[in-house]
């Protein structure tokens, strides 16, 4: 593989879209248990924000030189206003988020101490947007598709996406922009028709699948299994490539091009924190395909580019500088040609 690639990073124009949040770190000690309660006391050292979901795909991409576009719908609040301004300390060229005065921001509250989470507080709401938002969402996005060379979907299965707010696939098929989908387990496969590309990591994969759950608990490579969700996701959804990440196995691929199972290896040396891994997976696989890069050349990238981000904490973004380094560490390690 020859790292080419780089120098056309920048001419790429990806729009994102799909929920978005803050990661909040609040890190401390605690060394006694509260006299209310059997639980421990924290003593609050440092408290960290982090771009999450749908603004963390958009920041893995920003921080590679890609031009991105995000587009979603939050609360109008406090956290909407941290958010924002988040957003552009990240690089991210546009920002676009329409106002749910009936939901927050989602902001996700972990405290950890001695690095072992303790507990995490989500503030969020789940409910579908109003019809008239999801007609404004739709034609947003629907304006944005001629300016861009793809679509990434981000379906954290927080209300944002229906059947109604999906219509816009057809237009961008239409417009032959390739979509690329990191789908939510509570959607059923249906809702994904006709985009390009899915990549479920393996519970998903067995949840939308309506599996069992044969390879969360397997102790060996389990082809046959993946294989066989492999290919019913891609039929029920009709999309060109069906990816499922499988953590310490890697990532395997269906395609129509070629059914039968292709299996690329890990290649992280040291694991942390798995958060965020699968949105620099899409990030990286979606910025290869939309330059015209061979399908497991795209996901040894993406491999790579995820073996760099699980071994930080919390949800992480890799620069183009830490995925040259790692590319030509794995080439000179032989574990890729």
Same mark, same amino acid.
């Given at each position: 593989?020859?790292?080419?690639?780089?120098?056309?990073?920048?001419?790429?124009?990806?729009?994102?879209?799909?929920?978005?949040?803050?990661?909040?770190?609040?890190?401390?000690?605690?060394?006694?248990?509260?006299?209310?309660?059997?639980? %421990? @006391?924290?003593?609050?050292? *440092?408290?960290?924000?982090? +771009?999450? &979901?749908?603004?963390? /795909?958009?920041?893995?991409?920003?921080?590679?030189?890609?031009?991105?576009?995000?587009?979603?719908?939050?609360?109008?609040?406090?956290?909407?206003?941290?958010?924002?301004?988040?957003?552009?300390?990240?690089?991210?060229?546009?920002?676009?988020?329409?106002?749910?005065?009936?939901?927050?921001?989602?902001?996700?509250?972990?405290?950890?101490?001695?690095?072992?989470?303790?507990?995490?507080?989500?503030?969020?709401?789940?409910?579908?947007?109003?019809?008239?938002?999801?007609?404004?969402?739709?034609?947003?996005?629907?304006?944005?598709?001629?300016?861009?060379?793809?679509?990434?979907?981000?379906?954290?299965?927080?209300?944002?996406?229906?059947?109604?707010?999906?219509?816009?696939?057809?237009?961008?098929?239409?417009?032959?922009? %390739? @979509?690329?989908?990191?789908? *939510?387990?509570?959607?059923? +496969?249906? &809702?994904?028709?006709? /985009?390009?590309?899915?990549?479920?990591?393996?519970?998903?994969?067995?949840?939308?699948?309506?599996?069992?759950?044969?390879?969360?608990?397997?102790?060996?490579?389990?082809?046959?299994?993946?294989?066989?969700?492999?290919?019913?996701?891609?039929?029920?959804?009709?999309?060109?490539?069906?990816?499922?990440?499988?953590?310490?196995?890697?990532?395997?691929?269906?395609?129509?091009?070629?059914?039968?199972?292709?299996?690329?290896?890990?290649?992280?040396?040291?694991?942390?924190?798995?958060?965020?891994?699968?949105?620099?997976?899409?990030?990286?696989?979606?910025?290869?395909?939309?330059?015209?890069?061979?399908?497991?050349?795209?996901?040894?990238?993406?491999?790579?580019?995820?073996?760099?981000?699980?071994?930080?904490?919390?949800?992480?973004?890799?620069?183009?500088?830490?995925?040259?380094?790692? +590319?030509?560490?794995?080439?000179?390690?032989?574990?890729?040609?």
């Amino acid at each position: 593989m020859d790292f080419s690639f780089f120098k056309d990073f920048s001419k790429a124009h990806l729009l994102v879209v799909g929920e978005v949040g803050i990661d909040e770190y609040i890190w401390g000690d605690t060394h006694r248990i509260s006299p209310e309660a059997p639980v %421990p @006391v924290v003593e609050v050292q *440092s408290v960290d924000q982090k +771009l999450g &979901l749908s603004a963390n /795909v958009s920041q893995n991409l920003a921080s590679l030189g890609v031009k991105t576009t995000l587009m979603t719908v939050c609360g109008e609040d406090e956290d909407a206003k941290t958010l924002a301004q988040m957003v552009r300390d990240a690089g991210i060229a546009r920002f676009e988020a329409l106002k749910d005065t009936t939901r927050p921001t989602l902001r996700k509250v972990r405290v950890i101490c001695q690095k072992q989470h303790v507990v995490r507080v989500d503030f969020e709401r789940s409910h579908a947007l109003s019809p008239q938002l999801s007609k404004e969402f739709v034609e947003q996005i629907c304006d944005e598709l001629p300016k861009t060379d793809g679509v990434i979907i981000q379906d954290y299965g927080k209300g944002l996406w229906n059947r109604d707010t999906l219509t816009f696939i057809k237009e961008a098929k239409s417009r032959k922009k %390739p @979509v690329f989908v990191d789908p *939510s387990r509570l959607s059923p +496969l249906e &809702l994904y028709h006709g /985009v390009t590309l899915l990549t479920p990591n393996l519970a998903e994969a067995e949840a939308l699948t309506g599996e069992k759950n044969l390879g969360v608990r397997a102790q060996e490579f389990p082809k046959d299994h993946l294989e066989k969700m492999a290919l019913k996701i891609l039929k029920t959804t009709d999309c060109e490539e069906s990816i499922i990440t499988c953590g310490p196995w890697g990532m395997v691929v269906v395609s129509k091009q070629n059914p039968s199972l292709i299996r690329i290896p890990t290649y992280a040396r040291k694991v942390f924190d798995v958060t965020g891994a699968g949105d620099t997976v899409i990030a990286v696989l979606s910025l290869m395909r939309v330059l015209g890069r061979p399908l497991e050349d795209c996901m040894r990238v993406a491999n790579a580019a995820a073996g760099v981000v699980v071994g930080q904490i919390g949800a992480a973004s890799v620069t183009q500088e830490e995925l040259r380094k790692e +590319l030509e560490h794995l080439k000179t390690e032989g574990l890729i040609a």
